[in-house]
């Protein structure tokens, strides 16, 4: 479920990113989300990876015009909410601070790399 859907334009041409606030196995034990999380919860990866069930995230990636990502496996922001308020006000801050050029972006794998 989204909470929050905005695509930001950047100042260099084409560039955008989209900023999506989403409800992550919120309420749905058997959501395919709430699955996957407990499986990798009982997989050699641990806990620390891996954010509970039942919560909020908002996370940026890289994004054409219309909002098509090329590839979901990078995330540039990530923040995670307890409840659906504050959910909704991570949103917008993420939206302004993305807007005057203060959110720190930093590339990082959103899922673990495939092992070889």
Sequence with gaps: MYVGYSIVAGWWPTTYRLVCTLALAQGFPDAPSAVLTRKFKDSSLGEKNVASAGHYETRV????????????????????????ESARAGHGET??????????????????APEA
Excluded: I
Aim: net charge positive.
């Design 61 to 84: 990636f890289r994004c054409d015009s219309n909002g098509w990502t090329k590839t979901r496996e990078y995330v540039w922001f990530k923040r995670q909410y307890a409840d659906l």
């Design 95 to 112: 939206v302004h601070l993305l807007v005057s050029g203060m959110l720190p972006l930093r590339r990082e794998r959103l899922y673990p």
